[in-house]
């Protein structure tokens, strides 16, 4: 149980076009999902936590008209990089948690370069 | 001071020994507390999560925690070559309402045949 998915599990991109990542909660519904990136050697960074029917909370320093985040049903979310940049590549991993449980489960993770 | 503090490594073991991984953390009254493997190009895997003080066993897996001292470890007996992998410590941490999971730097390990 607990698995979830994401799609793509890798993009190439012309700088100034938008990706869509989806992240999916396969076997559970996901109340809550969060949107992190990673740069190569470095840990995970929160994005943005999305609640199932309201709108994304960003961290500090996340452009929110940059990195759409939708959360439209229990079992999905979706980040939309907007205008995307060499800078913006990295790696982008969504997680899930189920109601009140601690836990998150992480997605496979989608790897995105901006060329 | 860092949320979620590790020695970034890389620590290096012997196959059949045992690996001790270290995190500390900065909020006294997170709860919950979690370690991650994470393999090179992939994305984190849950191996533990631990609640309580003391130890938590999971197969070759230990969980430790002492909350006193704010202070979680991660002990990997018989340690295996696919051991090998970066370790995060994560914590749940309120913050600005709602809870959020703080990940340490992670630290690199390294199985030795």
């Known amino acids: 149980g607990a698995v979830v998915s994401q799609h793509p599990s890798w993009v190439i991109c012309k700088s100034g076009t938008s990706v869509k990542i989806e992240c999916r909660s396969l076997?559970?519904?996901?109340?809550?999902m969060f949107w992190y990136r990673q740069f190569p050697k470095q840990s995970l960074m929160l994005m943005a936590t999305s609640n199932e029917g309201s709108k994304a909370t960003y961290e500090q320093g996340v452009e929110k008209d940059k990195f759409l985040i939708n959360h439209a049903s229990l079992t999905l979310s979706t980040l939309t990089v907007t205008s995307a940049h060499p800078e913006d590549s990295s790696f982008y991993i969504c997680?899930?948690?189920?109601?009140?449980?601690?836990?998150?489960?992480f997605g496979p993770g989608t790897r995105l370069l901006v060329l | 001071q860092k949320e979620v503090e590790q020695n970034s490594g890389p620590l290096s073991v012997p196959e059949g020994a045992i690996a001790s991984l270290n995190c500390t953390y900065s909020?006294?009254?997170?709860?919950?507390f979690f370690w991650y493997r994470q393999y090179s190009g992939k994305s984190p895997e849950l191996i533990m999560s631990i609640y309580s003080n003391g130890d938590k066993e999971d197969g070759r897996f230990t969980a430790q925690l002492n909350k006193a001292s704010q202070y979680v470890s991660l002990l990997i007996r018989d340690s295996q070559p696919s051991d090998s992998a970066t370790y995060l410590c994560a914590v749940n941490m309120w913050r600005e309402g709602a809870q959020k999971l703080v990940f340490g730097q992670g630290t690199r390990l390294t199985i030795n045949p």
């Open positions: 076997d559970f519904q996901a109340t809550t």
């Open positions: 997680s899930a948690r189920a109601g009140r449980q601690e836990t998150q489960y």
């Open positions: 909020d006294r009254v997170s709860q919950s």
